[in-house]
């Protein structure tokens, strides 16, 4: 019987060279090293039994997930998943999921003949491109519906929620730097608040897990006012540091009562609600089942947000914390440990580790 349920975190399963990605040989020597190891990778709905209600699973069972909903998941993943007699869940982001009319060919279209390798989804080159305010915008291609419907279908790769929009707020009215015509260097820096450009860039934090502070009208104004908004005349105007060096002096006069204010507890929660619910509803009509797990972005949440999910109808969630996952015991808050573009020996060394509740629970304290 097993006494603690090892989870993996996937992001990227691609050569593209990221903190967050694995490539796609490294992950199938992963999964070879599993099988050898007698490990399993497991359903989710197996996972949330255990997870929810305390029911047994084997020895050596194991949670492969993925978080995001990245095509390189649909190309390179499910394939391999398959291939090698285990199975995996994809935490999405709902305002990502595209439409496609046809799915996209995969790896195993590749094994099969019809198509060539050079034939597939470049999901390993991750370039820009300018968005509509002639910003650099990064640019990360996520799978369909369809395909998601495709990869559920054939009972190895499980769908769950990563919530509708995926941001950050502002949450507080402390500030080093402004907004300035830039690169997006990451898919998932977007603020769930209107950014202009010379508005301070206040402190952030994971949207579903704190109060947003909201800049005041005054100071949209003020900003507005004096900063170009367009983006080449944004940058000529950074270009000279006496501009930004004013407007510094100017937002740094007001008293942060005229910055801007906290929103309301009441304010905080219908913004939970409503992304929690619109993920959800979505979720169920395109997979056309119900939905129980979610996987919080960056791993925060807050007592007010898992209330409301559990409302709303979830009852397995997944942070990015480390430790052990006990049967029937740890469904409020999974741990789940990152997979790394490294060696199997490294993989199967991390799966003993949190297969031991005792084992667990001191490397998670010690790796916080």
Known sequence: MLKSLPVLMYHYI??????????????????????????????????????????????????????DGFLDNFVFAWPL??????KGTVFTVTNKIVDEEHPRPTLKD????????????????????????????????????K????????????????????????????????????????????????????????????ALANEAFLPSEELYGIISAT???????????????????EIMRRIQDLPPERLGRMETPAEYEARIRADLTLCKQIQERELGRPVHSLAWPWGEFSKQ?????????????????????????SADAAYRFKAKNKSAKWMISRLGIYSKPLTARVYGTLHR
């Open 14 to 67: 691609s050569s593209w060279p990221n903190s967050i990605a694995v490539a796609p040989e490294v992950f199938e020597s992963h999964l070879e090293a599993m099988t050898q190891a007698g490990y399993r990778g497991i359903s989710l709905a197996e996972a949330e039994a255990y997870l929810r209600d305390g029911r047994e699973l084997p020895k050596g069972s194991a949670l492969i997930t993925f978080d």
């Open 227 to 245: 900063v170009p908004q367009e983006y080449d005349a944004a940058k000529r105007f950074f270009a000279d540091p006496g501009r930004e060096e």
């Open 81 to 86: 998943l398959e291939k090698h007699g285990h």
């Open 305 to 329: 947000a898992l209330d409301i999910a559990k409302e709303l109808g979830f009852s397995v969630f997944f942070t990015t914390a480390l430790g052990p996952n006990l049967p029937g015991k």
């Open 110 to 145: 590749v094994w099969e003949g019809y198509v060539g390798m050079n034939e597939l989804p470049q999901v390993n080159i991750h370039g820009g491109r300018t968005g509509g305010e002639g910003v650099r915008v990064r640019t990360d291609l996520f799978f369909s519906w």
């Open 147 to 206: 395909e998601a419907r495709l990869m559920e279908n054939s009972g190895v790769m499980s769908m769950a929620a990563h919530t509708h929009t995926h941001r950050s707020v502002f949450t507080g009215p402390n500030f080093k730097t402004l907004f300035k015509p830039g690169v997006r260097r990451r898919t998932f820096d977007r603020i769930d608040q209107y950014v202009i450009y010379g508005l301070p860039d206040f402190r952030r934090g994971a």
